[in-house]
């Protein structure tokens, strides 16, 4: 998809808890998808108050990643408002792409199974492309293996009603899947890049993803790494839901 196009109109539904981080995170997928502020709307969910925009009035939406765990003992009030926020997307006939959080979600949602025997550092994954791929609008024609951006405590182990899986790794069984005809989630986060992943770490490094010495290692790892393949996932997922709306002939 050429810079000079449209690139259409898009929601960021933003489940980060902290002013700091929900920037950062918009940050990186404005980057990373190349919209402006003005067509990627920043819709952050702090509240129970809170609701969603009419999702038909955008081409596609994107949700980020999320502290929550489904495999949390206790859902707070904001965590199940989330889930019912996330589920209207998740039905929704408007393209979705969910990452990390939403990976689990869909998964606890559509009667697949979450643990945590497949936690991945924050650092860099291969992930490696199913057959299923290959016929995938999202995905297919992407290389068989590539690196990606992960950091999370929980891992789906067994996939939605109706889900294709799309991508494997060895250090993690699920990496991408698509889980309806509208909605593809990605364990691995395609938004950031090198240094969007070197800043998130500030905002968590006490949450348990990483020790705080291994900063500057995990730091020099990915910024010796190729995540343009990863990365190109965005791109993809637009073009599709360009194509979709009409907006590309």
């Not at 590539?146 to 494997?168: D, I, N, Q, Y």
Request: negative net charge; charged residues 25%; proline residues 5%.
């Amino acid at each position: 998809m050429n810079d000079g196009q449209d690139r259409g109109r898009f929601l960021l539904v933003a489940l980060r808890d902290g002013d700091d981080v929900a920037v950062a995170e918009y940050e990186d997928f404005l980057r990373g998808t190349r919209l402006t502020r003005e067509t990627l709307v920043h819709h952050p969910i702090t509240s129970t108050d809170d609701t969603l925009p009419d999702l038909t009035e955008f081409d596609g939406v994107f949700i980020g990643g999320s502290p929550f765990n489904v495999t949390d003992l206790v859902h707070t009030e904001l965590q199940k408002h989330t889930h019912d926020l996330m589920y209207e997307v998740l039905v929704s006939p408007v393209p979705a792409l969910m990452l990390c959080y939403g990976n689990s979600f869909a998964a606890f949602t559509g009667g697949g199974r979450v643990d945590r025997s497949h936690p991945e550092r924050v650092g860099v994954s291969e992930v490696v492309l199913t057959d299923d791929a290959a016929s995938d609008p999202v995905m297919g024609g992407m290389a068989p293996r590539f690196f990606g951006l992960t950091g999370h405590k929980e891992s789906v182990v067994e996939l939605p009603r109706g889900a294709t899986l799309l991508a494997t790794g060895p250090t993690c069984p699920v990496q991408a899947y698509r889980a309806n005809r509208s909605t593809w989630v990605t364990q691995f986060h395609p938004e950031m890049d090198a240094e969007g992943i070197i800043r998130r770490m500030g905002f968590y490094m006490d949450a348990g993803y990483f020790k705080p010495e291994e900063v500057e290692e995990i730091s020099a790892i990915v910024r010796a790494t190729d995540l343009s393949h990863s990365e190109a996932i965005l791109d993809r997922f637009m073009s599709y839901c360009l194509d979709r709306s009409g907006r590309r002939s």
